[in-house]
């Protein structure tokens, strides 16, 4: 670049036949240049520095949410683990009070059993005793109807009234032959 200037110091024109054709102005040059370093300036103040910032700002909650990503993705395993732990250790509490409920239903079904076989046993006693008693009571009655029978049968055939005392012998000597 100074050598330019040398050459140009030395010849104006050489300067003005090359910037001539081209439609060079110096005066439109440092102005359009002084433009662009003004915009260049308040690009970077009020555009590029907040985009940056954006950005930055952006790029950190980011990361921040992938550390959160991460931070739930472990907290979700070790979940995960918890809930397995529980949903077995459920199990085994479940398969545990089942074996439980069954011998304990096995204990109570063998108790009722017995109890219903003493029940029916003591039915069984209180049937066979009613029974003997009513047999009792029949044969009772079978031989009091057996006996008036007996002395109705004889007062007709001898014709005459028997008393108390003929009855009861008739009646004693007809059951004794009947019995034995």
Same mark, same amino acid.
């Given at each position: 670049?100074?050598?330019?200037?040398?050459?140009?110091?030395?010849?104006?024109?050489?300067?003005?036949?090359? !910037?001539?054709?081209?439609?060079? &102005?110096?005066?439109?040059?440092?102005?359009?240049?002084? &433009?662009?370093?003004?915009?260049?300036?308040?690009?970077?103040?009020?555009?590029?520095?907040?985009?940056?910032?954006?950005?930055?700002?952006?790029?950190?909650?980011?990361?921040?949410?992938?550390?959160?990503?991460?931070?739930?993705?472990?907290?979700?395993?070790?979940?995960? #683990?918890?809930?397995?732990?529980?949903?077995?250790?459920?199990?085994?509490?479940?398969?545990?009070?089942?074996?439980?409920?069954?011998?304990?239903?096995?204990?109570?079904?063998?108790?009722? !059993?017995?109890?219903?076989?003493?029940?029916?046993?003591?039915?069984?006693?209180?049937?066979?005793?009613?029974?003997?008693?009513?047999?009792?009571? #029949?044969?009772?009655?079978?031989?009091?109807?057996?006996?008036?029978?007996?002395?109705?049968?004889?007062?007709?055939?001898?014709?005459?009234?028997?008393?108390?005392?003929?009855?009861?012998?008739? &009646?004693?000597?007809?059951?004794?032959?009947?019995?034995?």
């Amino acid at each position: 670049m100074n050598l330019l200037l040398a050459v140009a110091a030395e010849n104006p024109s050489l300067l003005e036949s090359v !910037t001539k054709p081209f439609g060079w &102005n110096p005066a439109f040059f440092f102005a359009q240049l002084l &433009n662009f370093v003004l915009v260049i300036f308040v690009l970077k103040k009020f555009a590029f520095g907040p985009i940056g910032q954006i950005l930055g700002e952006r790029r950190e909650r980011i990361l921040a949410a992938e550390e959160k990503v991460k931070l739930i993705e472990k907290q979700l395993a070790e979940s995960e #683990i918890a809930t397995a732990a529980a949903i077995a250790k459920a199990n085994e509490d479940a398969t545990r009070l089942i074996n439980e409920a069954k011998e304990s239903s096995a204990v109570l079904t063998a108790q009722k !059993t017995q109890e219903a076989i003493a029940s029916a046993q003591q039915i069984l006693a209180k049937a066979e005793a009613a029974a003997q008693a009513e047999r009792a009571t #029949i044969k009772a009655e079978l031989k009091s109807e057996f006996g008036r029978l007996v002395a109705a049968t004889t007062s007709q055939v001898t014709g005459k009234v028997l008393t108390a005392d003929d009855q009861k012998r008739i &009646n004693e000597d007809a059951l004794a032959k009947v019995e034995g």
